[in-house]
């Protein structure tokens, strides 16, 4: 057999092995991502959706953030407009957790209707952007605001 | 000056378009004086790019909260090296750093290949200012970092304190650095390709280049690992975010090439697995670019979501589709010039080589696009955790890790079973010594066994290597051992660097095995009281809480936890965990209080104090990790870095040629070689 014959035999080898493990550990860790709306529709139209591991992307519920004193656990609402949800974490939740964030939760969904999540991921709307409008309600930003905006320096 | 930046960004567009233009016509209709246009053009485009670059730190060192992305991202009170950091912090402004970046890039390539690849010149300045122009075009018309608000706040919002990290402010100048640096080993492949002057010649003009990119991106992911570690507070460097990924990809694709590349050089094969190689990078780049920037993947790093990112997805789509049109059309022009000899020779070897880098690289791809992919064939989003990742990449990874220690070892072509056992015995005999060893000291988890083992034969590898190559020259020349050592890597920086970098590599896993030992308790403590647990090494730690105070620092109220740590009953030094309330020049709080992780560094391992919360006056939650081995993780990042820079310093070629070696010059030299097939002498 030809050595290139011979590489690319057991180059497939190699790739198969590893097309294998991806194929096999999808399987294992593959978890939806749903809207709470999806999520309402699936447990409705398949109870064996509580209990079972998933993801949940949505956005908390303004106001509903209730920390424990401890910082270890924290629980509040998530919503997507058409369906919201009572979620539990029990850990730290990341600095970027507030209220209105966008929030990754994967964990599982009770048969009581709540949440219990096992990682909280918080994506910050006002993270990156920070928009400034928030000041225009808040006393003692407008001071300047009456003058017309310059161009230039 | 903020006037001037701004309109020097439309200049920058209009000359970045003419250049681009004239460079391409220049080129086809043979025309020297537009291609000497087109050239000039890149050169101003770069002037304007900088000019706008100084507009807009003018503006925030100037504090003009009448610029949206001044006040979105400033406040008053900011710390100066974070105002200049503020350039890169926003969407519109980072945007504005890489075309500065990239436009830099544009003028040093024109102008050190001004007498140098002449008939490829004007493809690369068109590649090159089209690119500059495409981001030169979703910076005006996109996201205009000078865009300005009708009303002007009396402060700024602030940065986000996670970003005010001196580890932040350094990290995406590097990732940016190595992405845009991936932009010209490409504008070099395309024209090669669109010449058909697919010889070695373009790659020598790209081996630097690739370099380059490599070093920064190396650098940029170590350090955004770094931040991870010490900002987010979750206990790891590395949790297979889709940001993360992102920047994994280019460095797996170019370090791939960098490998393949000496392949082509010495033997004349793999010319269409290098151009490949050479366009997946930049690509990958961008489409890096692309998912941190659209929010099309969840992502905790990733921007808002934006219409930049649909100029993005335009952009790869349009690439994508021209090179393969290219490549496609060029197929006959690269052609091998060799065949692969024997599966024992080290074409082989660098050859696994690829394929597993590769392999790596379309895994990780695969379950970072996995969401939307499911979503487009299934109809429902599905993710993949680092459990995946983690099952995929393991194995690979160690395979690559072998791979390392057996490339340098085996010839070129076909290895005799003399060379195998002169070469092979004594690091094999190390990694096996290494594994028994930590077998006998009671480690038993399955892959760190094998990562020890791998990483003793590697390091075997590298120590015989040095240790042969300075005996040589010990012989011939009658040098001491220490100049022998010197000369050796002096003379032959590429080979050495190499396995410095090698080293660096070693380090690295060795540190990542060291995770399957992690330790992680949660733990309440009152002021005073105690907390004792035992480390993976089998020490005694107790730790006891200095209790809870709070004070004001600089741009933010803090609320500390100190403990005083022993270890084995001796004092091993304060940790300190702090929670920060940022607040800006009106006393207002800005953002969600921040964790700063109190951490005790040692080359065993980091103790990783993180203050969850604190409940009445004095009572801290925590959690404390014991996590093995982390320094070396930084290490070697810094020890992969040296190797970069020996293999990029250039090589004196003054002292070539009075010792009569540069007869003919390099790219000739490597192209009269790749012709015949034969195998030039290692000493270069």
Known sequence: MKARTKFLVSGLLILGAAGYLMASSIGQTATYYLTPQELAAKVTADPSFYETGLKVGARVVPGSIVRDPGGKQVSFRVTDGASTYPVVYRGIAPDTFTDGVDVVVEGRLGRDGTFRATTLLAKCASRYENAPEKYRETPGYQQRAAAPAPRGA | ?684
């Open chain 2, 1 to 684: 000056m903020i006037l001037v930046g701004e309109l020097a960004l439309w200049v920058a567009f209009l000359m970045a378009a003419w250049s681009a233009t004239v460079s391409f016509a220049g080129g086809a209709l043979r025309r020297s004086d537009l291609v000497a246009s087109g050239e000039r053009g890149a050169y101003a485009t770069f002037a304007f790019v900088v000019l706008a670059a100084l507009g807009l730190w003018t503006a925030i060192f100037t504090h003009d909260f009448s610029l949206k992305y001044v006040a979105s991202f400033t406040s008053a009170n900011l710390p100066k090296p974070y105002l200049l950091a503020a350039l890169w912090a926003g969407q519109a402004g980072s945007l504005l750093f890489w075309c500065l970046i990239l436009a830099g890039f544009m003028a040093i390539a024109v102008f050190t290949n001004r007498s140098a690849n002449r008939e490829l010149m004007p493809y690369v300045t068109g590649t090159l200012a089209a690119t500059t122009l495409f981001f030169l075009a979703t910076l005006c018309l996109g996201a205009n970092p000078y865009e300005r608000l009708d009303w002007i706040p009396a402060d700024g919002r602030g940065m986000n304190p996670q970003l005010q990290n001196p580890g932040m402010a350094i990290h995406p100048p590097n990732l940016y650095l190595g992405y845009v640096a991936t932009t010209v080993p490409f504008a070099f492949a395309i024209a090669a390709l669109i010449t058909r002057k697919l010889d070695a010649g373009w790659l020598a003009a790209v081996r630097r280049w690739s370099l380059v990119s490599w070093f920064f991106l190396t650098i940029g992911i170590v350090l955004g690992m770094w931040w991870a570690y010490v900002e987010l507070g979750w206990g790891g460097y590395w949790a297979w975010d889709p940001v993360e990924n992102a920047s994994l990809l280019p460095w797996l694709t170019g370090t791939a090439f960098l490998h393949s590349i000496m392949i082509q050089e010495k033997r004349g094969m793999l010319r269409k697995w290098n151009v490949t190689l050479v366009v997946s990078t930049f690509l990958l780049s961008i489409l890096g670019t692309f998912i941190t920037r659209s929010g099309i993947i969840e992502s905790v790093h990733s921007f808002a979501q934006s219409p930049v990112g649909n100029w993005f997805l335009g952009f790869l789509v349009l690439a994508f589709a021209v090179t393969a049109y290219l490549v496609a059309t060029r197929l006959k022009d690269m052609e091998s010039k060799a065949e692969l000899e024997s599966m024992v020779s080290r074409e082989a070897a660098f050859l696994y080589n690829n394929l597993v880098l590769v392999g790596i690289a379309f895994s990780v791809l695969w379950g970072t696009l996995f969401p939307i992919l499911s979503e487009a064939v299934r109809g429902e989003k599905i993710t993949v955790g680092p459990p995946f990742f983690n099952t995929v990449n393991i194995p690979l990874g160690l395979f690559l890790l072998l791979l390392t220690g057996v490339g340098p070892l085996i010839a070129w072509r076909r290895a005799s079973v003399s060379n195998l056992r002169r070469q092979f015995t004594a690091p094999v005999a190390l990694g096996l010594f290494s594994g028994a060893a930590l077998f006998a000291l009671g480690m038993r988890d399955f892959y760190a066994l094998v990562a020890y083992t791998l990483a003793g034969f590697v390091v075997g590898t590298i120590l015989q290597e040095f240790y042969k190559g300075a005996g040589a020259r010990m012989r011939l020349h009658g040098e001491n051992a220490a100049i022998a050592l010197v000369r050796l890597v002096g003379r032959n920086r590429r080979r050495y660097g190499g396995y410095v970098v090698h080293f660096g590599i070693v380090v690295i896993f060795a540190a990542f095995a060291g995770l399957a030992f992690k330790k992680e308790h949660d733990v309440t403590l009152r002021a005073g009281e105690a907390f004792e647990a035992t480390d993976p090494w089998g020490h005694r730690w107790r730790f006891v809480s200095q209790g809870v105070s709070r004070y004001d620092q600089l741009n933010r109220q803090v609320t500390a936890v100190g403990l005083e740590s022993f270890r084995d009953g001796k004092t091993a030094g304060m940790i300190k965990s702090e929670k920060r309330q940022h607040v800006d020049t009106q006393g207002n709080p800005t953002f969600e209080p921040s964790t700063e992780v109190g951490i005790l560094e040692s080359a065993k391992q980091d103790v990783y104090v993180v203050l969850a919360g604190v409940t009445g006056e004095d009572t801290a939650e925590l959690r404390v990790t014991f996590n093995p081995l982390v320094w070396w993780v930084w290490y070697g990042g810094m020890i992969m870095a040296v190797g970069g820079l020996i293999v990029m310093w250039p090589q004196a070629e003054r002292r070539r040629a009075q010792s009569g070696y540069v007869a003919v010059l390099e790219p000739q030299g490597e192209l009269a070689v790749a012709g015949r097939g034969a195998v030039p002498a290692e000493v270069r």
